[in-house]
């Protein structure tokens, strides 16, 4: 009864190449999220959806598309992939305007860029 | 522009010895604050949410808004504790906004 899940876990690929990132919450929550967690462990925001809106958008490569065709779900699509993208996104969760809205995180996809 | 600053990336302490995490942050408006912790290779987890002064895994954190701080305390470390930990104030558009982290390690 994963409340956020994400696939793949693990993901390694060639630079160029084009690969996406699922993920699904069964919360019923409405804002969904896209960290990006680097080497140094550094986190940042990279995109946010409410209610299949975009709401948020960081300054991230144009290359890293997120799509949400349903609230359950924000996919991350990435073009062209560098060295850089090499990295572990997390994925959010939260309902917005309950006074709490605490975040529930996904596992993470660990990213390898060869 | 909100800002956090965890001053510490690695803090090493003795079991059973007290532990206190720095965080301090820079918001205009009133902040809503949170402490995030990420054992080994798992997922992030809510620690600690400034609003609900609540006591989790032995941990508390105070807002001090005169010194903008929100450090985590914890009297007496287990080894279990060890992981990274995150401070972290909601954004405008209530996103996270996450400080570099401190790994804390904990040693028998």
């Known amino acids: 009864d994963t409340a956020v899940s994400q696939t793949p876990k693990y993901l390694v690929t060639q630079m160029g190449n084009d690969k996406s990132i699922k993920c699904e919450q069964n919360?019923?929550?409405?804002?969904m999220y896209w960290y990006k967690q680097d080497s140094k462990k550094f986190l940042k925001i990279m995109f946010s959806?409410?209610?299949?809106?975009?709401?948020i958008n960081e300054t991230v490569p144009n290359r890293f598309s997120p799509k949400s065709p349903d609230k359950a779900h924000l996919n991350l699509h990435i073009n062209s992939l560098e060295l850089g993208d090499s990295a572990v996104y997390f994925c959010a969760s939260s309902q917005t305007g309950t006074g709490k809205e605490t975040q529930y995180f996904g596992p993470g996809t660990r990213l390898l860029v060869l | 522009a909100q800002r956090v600053t965890q001053p510490e990336k690695l803090l090493s302490v003795f079991k059973g010895a007290p532990v206190e995490l720095k965080c301090n942050y820079s918001?205009?408006?009133?902040?809503?604050l949170f402490w995030y912790v990420q054992y080994s290779r798992q997922r992030l987890q809510l620690l600690l949410r400034?609003?609900s002064r609540e006591s989790i895994k032995g941990f508390t954190a105070d807002l001090n808004k005169g010194e903008t701080s929100f450090h985590l305390k914890k009297p007496f470390a287990q080894e279990e504790d060890s992981a990274m930990y995150y401070c972290a104030p909601r954004g405008s558009q209530g996103n996270l906004i996450f400080g570099k982290g401190t790994k804390l390690s904990v040693k028998p």
């Open positions: 959806y409410n209610n299949k809106e975009l709401i």
């Open positions: 918001y205009s408006g009133s902040p809503e």
């Open positions: 400034h609003i």
């Open positions: 919360l019923g929550h409405d804002t």
